[in-house]
Each structure stands twice: as structure tokens, then as C-alpha cells.
């Protein structure tokens, strides 16, 4: 199986492969962000996800603001794990298992929050949980199976492929930050809104779909 069909049987979920072809074509990171927003957006329809992102958001303003009145590092840690017991609990709730990567990004989102400066609001709390599930779904689905063929096929040494890649989460995190209304202002049973594109996409941009097109059919 040649490497690029190899690479889009690694990633995994709806729009996914999308994703991958643009981050090997090189794209600007902010069309990959957006369009990594847009997978969440995708795989949060296929497989229910808008509850079980809502609940998590629901525990976190109360644990936060009692993790930030804790003193000493043990007790600290020990809070950090009790607000993720709750969000673990959340995301059993999930029937189809779908919903494990959830956990680290969440807990990436709570330490973020513990170190603002000031105690965060609910919508802060609600912006950083979508930007850390955001990012951590590009990491999770698509960046972690395949980092070390993508810096091989580039060419890249890890230094540049690591900025590369700071730059999609960095732009990622800001997309994903402008999904809390379709998420938390819509109906709790309707579907989350695919977010209008700001950056648009050049057909240039996708010449690495023509790679896979036997791969992808019907499946994105």
C-alpha cells in the first residue's frame, strides 16, 4: 500500500482525512485549525457528544473555583483528580466509548484555568474547555498516528516540525473557542452548527486528496 494511503488508514473519525491532507500539503495553520473545528463539529453529530461536553462544563466552574482556594501541591493534585473523577463519570456516560480522549483535554483545560489570573466565569470556563477539545481531537485523531510520517515525508527536522505543529493547535484552540454558542446557546437536543469558514480553502490546498480518493470514499 503506498505511504499516503497507509497514513489515511492511521486517522480516524469523520473528516479526519481531510484534515490530515491538508496538514501534509503544508496548509496555512489557520485552515487547518478551522477545519480541525470542524471535524469536532462532525464527529460531535456522528456520535452524540454535545451532552457529554455540556455536563463536563456544568462540573468544572465550581471545581475550579475550589481548586484555586487549595493550598500545598498534594492537596492541589488531589483536587485536579477528584474534578476529573466527575468528568470520567461524564464521559462513561457515552455509550459508544467514543468519548475517552475527552479526559486529557479536559484536564489540560482545568490547569490552564487554575493558572488564569483571575477565577474564571462560566464562559471562560466554557471557551477554554472548547479550545482544549478542540486541540486535543487534532492531536488524538489525527497528529499522534502519523507525526513521525508526516516530519519523514516533509523533510522536516523535529524543531520545525514542532513549530508547525504549535502553530495548527495555537490556531485549533482559537477555533475551537468559537464553538461555544452552537454548543451551550443552541437547544440541548438539537445539532451542533458546522461553524462558517473564515479562512477560505484554495483548491491547491486539498492536492493531496487526490492520493487517497480510493480510501475515502463514502467514508467522510
Known amino acids: 500500500m503506498p505511504d499516503g494511503d497507509s497514513m489515511n488508514w492511521k486517522v480516524r473519525g469523520k473528516r479526519s482525512r ?11 495553520p489557520r485552515l487547518v485549525g ?13 456520535k452524540n457528544w454535545k451532552p457529554v461536553i455540556r455536563r463536563i462544563a456544568g462540573l468544572m466552574p465550581e471545581g475550579i473555583r475550589a481548586l484555586r482556594s487549595t493550598e500545598g501541591f498534594g ?21 459508544d466509548g467514543s468519548a475517552g480522549w475527552m479526559l486529557p483535554a479536559s484536564r489540560r483545560a482545568i490547569c ?15 471557551q ?12 488524538q485523531r489525527v497528529l499522534q498516528p ?9 523533510g522536516r527536522d523535529r524543531s520545525e516540525q514542532f513549530a508547525y505543529e504549535h502553530e495548527m493547535i495555537d490556531s485549533t484552540r482559537s477555533e475551537g473557542a468559537r464553538l461555544v454558542g452552537t454548543f451551550f446557546n443552541a437547544p440541548p437536543d438539537s445539532a451542533v452548527r458546522t461553524p462558517v469558514r473564515t479562512v477560505p480553502v484554495k ?18
Not at 490552564?112 to 470556563?125: C, N, W
Not at 502519523?146 to 516533509?154: F, G, Y
Not at 493531496?208 to 480510493?214: I, K, M, Q
Open 34 to 46: 478551522q477545519e480541525a473545528a470542524r471535524m469536532l463539529v462532525s464527529q460531535a453529530n456522528e
Open 112 to 126: 490552564a484555568l487554575d493558572d488564569a489570573p483571575i477565577t474564571p466565569d462560566s464562559g471562560q470556563v466554557r
Open 146 to 154: 502519523v507525526r513521525q510520517d508526516l516530519a519523514r515525508e516533509a
Open 203 to 220: 483548491i491547491t490546498d486539498l492536492d493531496r486528496l487526490s492520493e487517497p480518493l480510493t480510501v475515502l470514499g463514502g467514508l467522510l
Open 18 to 28: 481531510i484534515v490530515l491532507s491538508l496538514v501534509r500539503s503544508g496548509a496555512d
Open 128 to 139: 477554554e474547555l472548547m479550545s482544549s477539545l478542540a486541540a486535543g481531537l487534532l492531536d
Open 75 to 95: 492537596s492541589h493534585s488531589e483536587k485536579i483528580d477528584q474534578i476529573c473523577e466527575g468528568i470520567q463519570a461524564a464521559i462513561d456516560g457515552c455509550s
